[in-house]
C-alpha cells in the first residue's frame, strides 16, 4: 500500500522543488547581458574603431564570472556540474567556444595592420582564453579569463587614446564577412546536434538533450552581443546598404530569441506528441540566424 512521505521527507522535496524554481528563475535572469552601448548616454560619444566590439567581449566574459554562481564548468566535483545543476556549464562551455572563434577573428582578420602584425594585447587575451575552461586549478580557468580581460581592456584603453601599440578595428566589408562565416560555421554545428536523433554510434541522444540546447543557447548568446557591436563598429558601411542592415537585424532577433529561450525543463518531444520538443524550437531560429548570416555575406560580396 502507498504511504505518503513523513514530513521531513516532504520537507526535502519541498526544498528540492523550490531550489529547481529558484536555478530556473535565476537563468531566465542571467541570460540577459546588459550592453554598454545600450543605454542612453552611448550616442553622445564618439568611439575609434574597436572600441565598441573589444568592451562587448569584456562584458560577456565578466558577465559569466561575476553574475549569478560565476564559472560553473570548472566547480569543485562535490557541487560541480557533473553532480548537480549542468545547464549554466554547458551554456558556458558553448559560450566560451562562440568567444573563442570570435576573438580570433578579432586578431587575424579585423585588428591586423597593414604589415600584417596582430594587435599585442589581442594576441596576449586570445592565448589566455584559450586556457582549459573546465580546469580547476594550476592555473584556474578563471584566473585565466581574468588576465584575459586585462589584456583586452589594455588594448581599449591603447585604441582611445591612440596608441601606437594598439591596432584599430579593420571595418571593411571583407573583414566583416570572414567573421559572419565564422559564425555561421558556429550555427551549422550547432543545428546539428540539435536537429539529429541519435549520436554517430548509434546511441540516442536523450541523455545530452539539454548538453545540446543549453550549449547552443550560449553560442546565440555571444553573437547576438556581438552582432550588436558590429552594427556600430560597421555604422558607415551599414548606412550604405540598407538589405544588410535589414538582414543584420534579422539575424540579431533570431539570436536574441535564441539567447531567452528559458524552459523549466528540456523536453524532447516527438514531432506528433503532446510533448514540446525544445531542441527542435530552438534549433528554428539558429536555422534562421545562419540563413540571415549566409545571405549577408552574398550581399557583402556584391
Wanted: a neutral charge; hydrophobic letters at 40%.
Amino acid at each position: 500500500m502507498f504511504r505518503p512521505p513523513r514530513r521531513s521527507g516532504r520537507v526535502l522535496i519541498l526544498l528540492w522543488l523550490s531550489g529547481m524554481v529558484a536555478l530556473w528563475i535565476g537563468q531566465g535572469r542571467h541570460n540577459q547581458l546588459p550592453l554598454e552601448f545600450e543605454s542612453e548616454e552611448f550616442a553622445s560619444r564618439t568611439f575609434q574603431p574597436g572600441e565598441i566590439f573589444a568592451p562587448t567581449l569584456i562584458a560577456l566574459m565578466n558577465h559569466e564570472l561575476q553574475d549569478g554562481f560565476g564559472w560553473r564548468p570548472n566547480d569543485f566535483f562535490l557541487w560541480g556540474p557533473r553532480l548537480w545543476a549542468d545547464n549554466n556549464a554547458a551554456r558556458q562551455l558553448g559560450l566560451l567556444q562562440a568567444f573563442r572563434k570570435s576573438l580570433q577573428a578579432f586578431k587575424e582578420h579585423l585588428t591586423k595592420d597593414s604589415d600584417n602584425n596582430v594587435d599585442p594585447d589581442v594576441f596576449e587575451a586570445d592565448a589566455l582564453f584559450a586556457s582549459d575552461g573546465e580546469r580547476f586549478w594550476f592555473p584556474s580557468a578563471e584566473s585565466q579569463f581574468i588576465r584575459g580581460i586585462e589584456r583586452l581592456r589594455r588594448y581599449v584603453e591603447g585604441v582611445r587614446n591612440g596608441s601606437r601599440r594598439s591596432h584599430p578595428m579593420t571595418t571593411g566589408s571583407a573583414e566583416l564577412g570572414q567573421l559572419l562565416q565564422i559564425w555561421s560555421d558556429l550555427l551549422a554545428d550547432a543545428h546539428a546536434n540539435l536537429h539529429k536523433e541519435q549520436e554517430a554510434d548509434g546511441r540516442s541522444v536523450w541523455l545530452r538533450t539539454d548538453r545540446y540546447f543549453y550549449a547552443a543557447q550560449g553560442c546565440a548568446h555571444v553573437q547576438y552581443a556581438l552582432l550588436s557591436a558590429i552594427k556600430h563598429e560597421y555604422y558607415r558601411l551599414l548606412t550604405a546598404n540598407l538589405p544588410v542592415q535589414l538582414l543584420i537585424d534579422e539575424a540579431r532577433e533570431a539570436l536574441r530569441q535564441a539567447a531567452l529561450m528559458n524552459p523549466p525543463l528540456i523536453l524532447n518531444g516527438s514531432p506528433s506528441g503532446l510533448l514540446a520538443n525544445h531542441r527542435r524550437n530552438l534549433d528554428a531560429y539558429i536555422v534562421e540566424a545562419r540563413q540571415k548570416m549566409v545571405a549577408l555575406q552574398e550581399e557583402l560580396r556584391k
